[in-house]
């Protein structure tokens, strides 16, 4: 519990992720063009953790759970994980072009 604890509250965001999930790829490559630096992380740990197979892709912004793929898009949909991330500081400007 420690080790994601510590994680999540260093860093603006955090995703725990399975590196052969399509959904965690393209939530990890939504968030990171907005120019945020995403961290992947052991999925061991989760599981350690939580005490069961978490669903993927997890995703914590500005130390809070923000929740799945279905979430992160829903947030991007209504144009609000912008906001999102820039209350955490994980990204500073954001050109809306």
Known sequence: MDIITSMIA????????KS????SYSIKSLISGFG???????E????ETLGCQPS?????IGQQFVGG??????LHLRNE??????????????NKK
């Open 10 to 17: 260093e860093k603006p965001v955090v995703i725990f992720s």
């Open 20 to 23: 052969n999930c399509c959904l």
């Open 36 to 42: 945020a630096n995403t961290r992947q992380q052991i």
């Open 44 to 47: 061991r740990a989760l599981i």
């Open 56 to 60: 993927v892709p997890a995703v914590f």
């Open 69 to 74: 793929a279905n979430k992160i898009m829903s």
């Open 81 to 94: 994980l912008v906001t999102l991330l820039m209350n955490a500081r994980a990204i500073w400007l954001w």
